[in-house]
C-alpha cells in the first residue's frame, strides 16, 4: 500500500514464490493505471498497465487486478527471481481539466531472498 | 531510437547559481514532462507539455522553468538553486498525456550546496 515518511514499506519473498505488490488509489475518476519498476540508479521502467474498464490484464509472470469499487491496484509478480528486486510504483491518470497526468504512489522495495 | 536521454547524469551547484537540464526524445511524443524523487517519496511532477509550445505546471513547479519549442526537447532550468532542490530529477514522454505509457529516462542526480 501507500507508504508516509521517508521509509518505504519493503515486501521480502522468496525467490520462485509469488509476490503480491498492493496500491490504493484515491480519485475515482481515473482511468488508466500503470506499474513501473525502478531498479536502483534507473529511471522508472514499464511493467504493465490496465484501464478501468478492465479488471485483470496479464503479461509476461506479471498480472494486474483493479478493483474499482475499493479503489485497489494489486500487482502479482509469479515464481519472483532476483532480478524482481526493485522499488515498485503505481500510478493513477488523472483529469485535470482539459489534460491528464499520472500521479504516482510512493513506491515499495521487493527485496527476493535467495 | 535512442529514447528519452538526459544530460548531464549528475549535477553540484551552489546556492543561488541557475543551470538546464536538458531532455530529448526521439520518439516523436507530443506529451514530455519533467518529476523529481526524493528518499521515500515517489515521483511528483514539476511540468508538462502537451505539445510543441505548450506547458502547464504540475504538483511542485516553484523554482522551475520550461519552455517546448520543438516536439523532440523539453528543458527544465532552475532560476536560482537552493539546497531544497537537491533531488533526482526524470524526464519522461508519451504519446498523448498521462493515459498512456510514459517512458522515463536515466535521471540527473542534483546537488544544491
Known amino acids: 500500500g501507500e507508504s508516509v515518511g521517508l521509509h518505504l514499506p519493503t515486501l521480502s519473498v522468496q525467490e520462485g514464490d509469488n509476490s503480491i505488490i498492493n496500491c490504493a488509489y484515491s480519485n475515482s475518476a481515473s482511468d488508466y493505471f500503470i506499474w513501473y519498476k525502478q531498479e536502483s540508479g534507473k529511471g522508472p521502467q514499464f511493467i504493465i498497465d490496465?484501464?478501468?474498464?478492465?479488471d485483470k490484464r496479464q503479461g509476461q509472470r506479471v498480472t494486474v487486478l483493479l478493483n474499482k469499487t475499493v479503489k485497489h491496484l494489486s500487482l502479482q509478480i509469479a515464481a519472483t527471481q532476483p532480478g524482481d528486486s526493485a522499488v515498485y510504483f503505481c500510478?493513477?491518470?488523472?483529469?485535470?481539466?482539459?489534460?491528464?497526468?499520472?500521479?504516482f504512489g510512493k513506491g515499495i522495495t521487493l527485496s527476493v531472498r535467495p | 531510437n535512442a529514447g528519452v536521454t538526459q544530460t548531464p547524469k549528475f549535477q553540484v551547484l551552489k546556492t543561488g547559481q541557475s543551470m538546464t537540464l536538458q531532455c530529448a526524445q526521439d520518439?516523436?511524443?507530443?506529451?514530455m514532462s519533467w518529476y523529481r524523487q526524493d528518499p521515500g517519496m515517489g515521483l511528483r511532477l514539476i511540468h508538462y507539455?502537451?505539445?510543441?509550445?505548450?506547458?502547464d505546471q504540475g504538483e511542485v513547479p516553484n523554482g522551475y522553468n520550461v519552455s517546448r519549442s520543438t516536439t523532440e526537447d523539453f528543458p527544465l532550468r532552475l532560476l536560482s538553486a537552493a539546497p531544497s532542490q537537491t533531488s533526482v530529477y526524470f524526464c519522461a514522454s508519451s504519446l498523448q498525456g498521462g493515459s498512456y505509457e510514459q517512458y522515463f529516462g536515466p535521471g540527473t542526480r542534483l546537488t544544491v550546496t
Open positions: 520518439m516523436n511524443h507530443e506529451y
Open positions: 500510478a493513477e491518470n488523472r483529469y485535470t481539466g482539459a489534460n491528464s497526468k499520472l500521479t
Open positions: 507539455s502537451v505539445g510543441a509550445g505548450i506547458t
Open positions: 490496465i484501464r478501468s474498464n478492465m
